[in-house]
């Protein structure tokens, strides 16, 4: 990193952390996108990835949802761009300079919105992957504001890539290769979020589409609903919900105001080889709301803490059921999370961003949740954010989780400091090809490291199947790489995805800068995205399992350290760092606490900061007893020592 010699007085309390830095465009494992108009991120920057032409890179998909058309004459019509080249080599990509290897599609009509959501998943089943496009505010007859889903097939991207490179949806007639799903009551807000998996376990990928405010199944008002549709798709079919004929469930929210279905998420979270549904009810205040600024939420147990935020699992089944109410007849099976505080003006919105990864490396999807307007430890941080892991597994079938109280079988991650907004984005993905998805955590607010007020950015930790329960982004001790956002008011990592966009086989974190400027800043409130290479991400933040010491800043420590290990206590791996200001003979060991060697870690001569982790096994290969150790490092005549407690 060109900064890394520069970090010592910047960060002079942590022991691990590196920062990217995303003022430097031209490094070595970088790619910024910026957005072509000013105002382009009035409401959000949204983004994703995947590999839509299927040459074994993911492709970057950038909205910008306020997008005026392709004449700037439709306000608020909305544009995507399919960027197809977007190694992290350096560099960027100006949309304004209509670049070659790019697809821009153009919403409909004035105030759609379109983008405010895109994923990309093969519903057609033809074994390529589709695009899907929300534009949540876009007119169905008789009903505005309905909201519409629109799914672009491979094939027809494909073609727009070989010819032309645009798309405008209000040309008709389309051409072949967009499908069309459409609202069915007026104002329901269809494709305000969207997602996709196998739930009946056909063999085929299943949309599953939120409708954030349309009524619950006895007519509360906006309690919200979340539509499956079953696949394959016909390619250029329409579907118009107000009378459906394709297979479909509808899930209905559970209260009025609810908005479930504002975010929603698909993955087998018990393991049985059937995706599950995630559905949040947490639309309180946030961007999304776009024309309806309040939204609502979730309102925790017996409705007694408006709008903390609530989340639901639905679990994948084979019945494809016509209609599952939440509130009236919820399955026996459902997982029930509750946010922990709610009221006044800024309840904890639990929910309004999650995702599902294999962050513990055993084969189930775990769920990765965000309550970004939580005070964090004990209240103390005012919208500071909390962002929970929920290790998956069938245990949670039926079960209810409220976060006043966590179980003690999660981790808990405290935003740094009031106003972060953690958790406010989350993604996740393997930067070390070890098996663990590592965790993006976005933290719009924050002025992170360097100092930029509001710039935002992702903090980056290395996924484990030892977590602590508590992590503290403000504590020292805690290993994270800070993916630092440009300039000040970025709003980096309002949201976030990940992607293998160079093929490497690691996966790569892509924060938006959700009100960046654009080249220069010259471009007002355009919106950009960043992607970081994980491959680079991975040298600064060591794995689960670093099988020898690795050298984490070449920088020279002002003086030798032998720091707090992490975690502790710890029951199958624990990290220990320490830092080298000369050349000088030292070892690195373990002992009990009767002064016997138990393990000899590291030896030899070096400068700098380094990592060494140790599994809590002997010199001979042996687990040891739980108890009290200590590592005990050596720097020619001086010694340095630390506690560890390990826990079988």
């Known amino acids: 990193m060109k900064y890394a010699a520069t970090l010592s007085s910047i960060l002079c309390s942590a022991q691990i952390v590196h920062v990217w830095d995303l003022a430097d465009t031209a490094q070595t494992g970088q790619f910024t996108v910026y957005n072509p108009d000013v105002n382009d991120a009035e409401f959000g920057t949204p983004i994703t990835a995947g590999d839509i032409d299927g040459d074994g890179r993911d492709d970057l998909v950038i909205s910008a949802m306020a997008g005026d058309g392709p004449a700037n004459d439709r306000s608020n019509a909305g544009e995507v761009a399919i960027c197809f080249d977007t190694i992290p080599s350096g560099g960027g990509l100006d949309l304004a300079a209509d670049p070659g290897d790019v697809v821009t599609l153009y919403g409909e009509a004035r105030r759609d919105l379109f983008g405010i959501k895109t994923h990309v998943a093969d519903l057609v089943g033809d074994g390529r992957a589709d695009l899907l496009v929300g534009a949540f505010y876009a007119d169905a007859p008789e009903r505005a504001d309905a909201g519409k889903l629109y799914i672009f097939s491979a094939e027809l991207i494909a073609r727009l890539r070989a010819a032309g490179r645009r798309l405008d949806l209000a040309q008709r007639p389309w051409p072949e290769g967009v499908s069309l799903v459409i609202g069915a009551e007026r104002d329901d807000r269809l494709g305000v979020w969207m997602s996709a998996?196998?739930?009946?376990?056909?063999?085929?990928?299943?949309?599953?589409?939120?409708?954030?405010?349309?009524?619950?199944?006895?007519?509360?008002?906006?309690?919200?609903?979340?539509?499956?549709?079953?696949?394959?798709?016909?390619?250029?079919?329409?579907?118009?919900?107000?009378?459906?004929?394709?297979?479909?469930?509808?899930?209905?929210?559970?209260?009025?105001?609810?908005?479930?279905?504002?975010?929603?998420?698909?993955?087998d979270f018990d393991g049985d080889g059937y995706d599950d549904i995630a559905i949040g009810a947490a639309a309180f205040g946030t961007l999304r709301n776009a024309y309806h600024r309040t939204g609502g939420a979730g309102d925790g147990p017996e409705n007694e803490r408006e709008n903390a935020g609530e989340m639901y699992v639905v679990y994948g089944d084979p019945q494809r059921r016509a209609a599952i109410d939440l509130a009236g007849d919820p399955p026996a099976d459902l997982t029930v999370i509750y946010g922990a505080d709610g009221g006044g003006d800024s309840p904890d919105r639990l929910g309004e961003e999650f995702v599902l990864a294999d962050i513990d490396g055993n084969g189930i999807q775990d769920l990765f949740i965000g309550a970004y307007r939580a005070d964090g430890p004990g209240n103390s941080r005012a919208d500071a954010g909390e962002v929970y892991v929920v290790y998956g597994g069938p245990q949670w079938r039926g079960q209810r989780l409220d976060m006043a109280a966590p179980p003690a079988d999660i981790t808990v991650i405290y935003g740094a400091r009031p106003n972060a907004i953690t958790g406010d984005a989350l993604a996740a993905g393997d930067i070390h090809g070890d098996g663990y998805d590592d965790l993006f955590v976005g933290v719009p607010g924050d002025e992170g490291p360097l100092k930029r007020r509001f710039a935002g950015g992702f903090a980056v930790l290395a996924g484990s199947p030892d977590l602590p329960h508590e992590i503290d982004l403000a504590d020292p001790a805690v290993p994270v790489v800070w993916i630092q956002a440009p300039d000040p008011i970025d709003f980096s990592a309002y949201w976030g995805a990940s992607g293998d966009m160079d093929g490497d086989g690691r996966v790569d974190a892509i924060p938006n800068g959700m009100a960046g400027d654009g080249p220069d800043n010259r471009r007002e409130n355009a919106g950009e995205a960043h992607i970081i290479s994980g491959a680079a991400l991975a040298r600064y933040l060591p794995g689960a399992a670093p099988t020898a010491v690795e050298e984490v800043e070449q920088t020279t420590p002002d003086k030798a350290a032998l720091l707090a290990n992490y975690p502790n206590p710890f029951n199958s791996f624990t990290r220990i760092s320490f830092m080298l200001p000369v050349e000088a003979d030292y070892d690195l060991a373990i002992y009990g606490v009767g002064g016997q060697l138990v393990r000899q870690l590291t030896g030899g001569r070096g400068v700098g900061r380094y990592l060494a982790g140790w599994d809590g096994r002997n010199d001979e290969g042996r687990l040891v007893a739980s108890g009290v150790y200590w590592a005990r490092l050596r720097v020619g005549s001086q010694l340095y020592r630390q506690p560890l407690l390990y826990i079988k």
């Open 197 to 267: 998996g196998d739930f009946d376990a056909d063999g085929h990928r299943d949309a599953v589409v939120g409708a954030d405010r349309a009524s619950g199944a006895a007519g509360d008002v906006e309690a919200g609903r979340v539509y499956v549709l079953y696949g394959p798709l016909d390619s250029g079919a329409t579907i118009d919900l107000a009378a459906a004929e394709h297979p479909l469930t509808i899930i209905y929210g559970i209260d009025a105001l609810d908005h479930a279905g504002s975010t929603v998420a698909a993955g």
